[in-house]
C-alpha cells in the first residue's frame, strides 16, 4: 500500500508461516526530472548549448550589457572546453544555468534582449 506523502510502501509477505508488514521507501517517488527549456531558434536572443555538457563558468549574470561575440559562459564536453558567445548586442534578460549544471544540445542557456 503507497504512502504518496512519504514516500513509503507497506509491503506484507509471509515468513516461516507468519504474516509480517514491512515500510519500505519507494525511491521511485521521490524522483522528479525537471526538463530544461530549450532554445527556441527563431528568437535570436535565445542561445542554446552546441552540445551535451557542463557548465564550467558563466561570464555574465543578468542584467550585464554584453557585445556579439563577448563570452557568455564556457562548456566542458568530453574533456574540451567550448565557449558560448554571443551572437548579438544586447543585455542578458535572464542567465538560465548556472556552473555545474549538465545540459543537453538545445537547452536555454542565456536569454539576451537585443540592443
Do not use: W, Y
Request: glycine share 10%; charged share 25%; proline share 5%.
Amino acid at each position: 500500500v503507497p504512502h504518496p506523502d512519504d514516500g513509503m510502501v507497506d509491503v506484507q509477505f509471509e515468513l516461516n508461516g507468519q504474516q509480517r508488514l514491512a515500510h519500505i521507501l519507494d525511491k521511485s517517488v521521490g524522483q522528479v526530472k525537471t526538463l530544461k527549456p530549450k532554445a527556441d531558434k527563431h528568437v535570436v536572443g535565445n542561445i542554446g548549448a552546441p552540445m551535451p555538457g557542463v557548465v564550467l563558468e558563466t561570464e555574465v549574470s543578468k542584467g550585464d550589457i554584453v557585445k556579439a561575440g563577448d563570452t557568455l559562459l564556457s562548456l566542458s564536453a568530453m574533456k574540451m572546453e567550448t565557449v558560448v558567445a554571443s551572437p548579438i548586442d544586447g543585455v542578458v534578460k535572464n542567465l538560465v544555468c548556472t556552473s555545474g549544471d549538465q545540459v543537453q544540445a538545445g537547452d536555454l542557456l542565456v536569454e539576451i534582449e537585443e540592443a
